[in-house]
């Protein structure tokens, strides 16, 4: 399970209604999104999920099947293509390392709600080894261009209030970090979030530009821990929008390569569900979501 993307620019509208909970987009806000969307030819995240699907189905000799949160196939589509299969015990894995309650909370009730089967739900995995070691992957192949003077780990922000709702978000990205940087000799490194939204009300930081900007480094490299695929946060935030700060402040901002079906990531998606099976036939989950480990 994955976000999803907009089927063009005509979906925009719609795809981001479906995010707002049917309260659409004012007009000028559509504007922006569309001129965003244009700037790197649509989003694929669509189908790259679903080529991670066929990949990680090839990988474990099981079937496979794709489900968005927001964009056709919805993860009702999805479950209910598995019923149709015949698919009797169902492992929901939403493609993003770290659970929040506000995010992959919302796939586990989305997916609960659609499937009457056995579920396993994978809630996040952050810290399993093989996701940790194909992100030291990554690194090592952006570091060998060159060694920056900063590292930055990112991922998308949140409203910062999850943390007095005791979410644990936040710490979760920093263990993942942590355990990353154990494996590898790094530059200085820090993490800062990106891509936060204006809805009137605080988002957890420091937001990635700011950060970059207080630490005086010239050379930064990038490292989007909290995602594994190309998409709008990406190819925009990233791609676009930090290259322009970087272009107007006389520095050179990196970023590692997207997992994308990447066989690391797929590999690591193999481990991740043997072990929630693993886990479930032994009964070492019975009563709760199995975690990642």
Request: charged fraction near 25%; aromatic fraction near 8%; include cysteine.
């Amino acid at each position: 399970m994955a976000y999803g993307s907009p089927a063009g620019e005509s979906g925009i509208e719609a795809y981001y209604t479906h995010i707002r909970g049917g309260r659409k987009p004012s007009n000028e806000a559509l504007e922006e999104l569309k001129m965003r969307y244009r700037a790197i030819g649509g989003s694929p995240l669509t189908a790259i999920t679903r080529g991670q699907a066929a990949a990680l189905g090839r990988r474990l000799g099981l079937a496979a099947f794709a489900g968005m949160k927001h964009a056709p196939p919805f993860i009702e589509d999805g479950a209910a293509e598995a019923a149709k299969a015949g698919i009797r015990r169902l492992v929901g894995l939403p493609l993003a390392p770290h659970f929040a309650d506000m995010s992959l909370g919302g796939y586990e009730r989305a997916l609960a709600r659609a499937w009457d089967g056995e579920l396993i739900f994978v809630r996040g995995f952050h810290d399993h080894p093989a996701f940790i070691s194909a992100v030291a992957a990554l690194l090592r192949e952006g570091l060998a261009e060159r060694r920056p003077d900063r590292l930055f780990f990112t991922a998308h922000s949140l409203p910062a209030r999850i943390v007095a709702e005791g979410d644990l978000y936040q710490d979760r990205l920093l263990e993942s970090c942590r355990l990353v940087a154990a494996r590898l000799s790094l530059p200085p490194w820090e993490f800062a979030f990106q891509s936060a939204s204006t809805t009137g009300e605080p988002w957890l930081g420091p937001d990635l530009l700011a950060a970059i900007e207080r630490s005086g480094a010239r050379d930064v490299l990038v490292c989007p821990i909290g995602f594994v695929a190309d998409h709008l946060e990406i190819l925009y935030d990233l791609d676009v929008e930090a290259q322009e700060y970087a272009r107007s402040k006389g520095i050179t901002i990196r970023r590692t390569r997207s997992f994308n079906a990447r066989p690391e990531l797929i590999d690591a998606l193999a481990a991740i569900v043997q072990d929630a099976l693993a886990l479930s036939s032994s009964g070492a989950t019975r009563g709760r979501p199995p975690t990642s480990r």
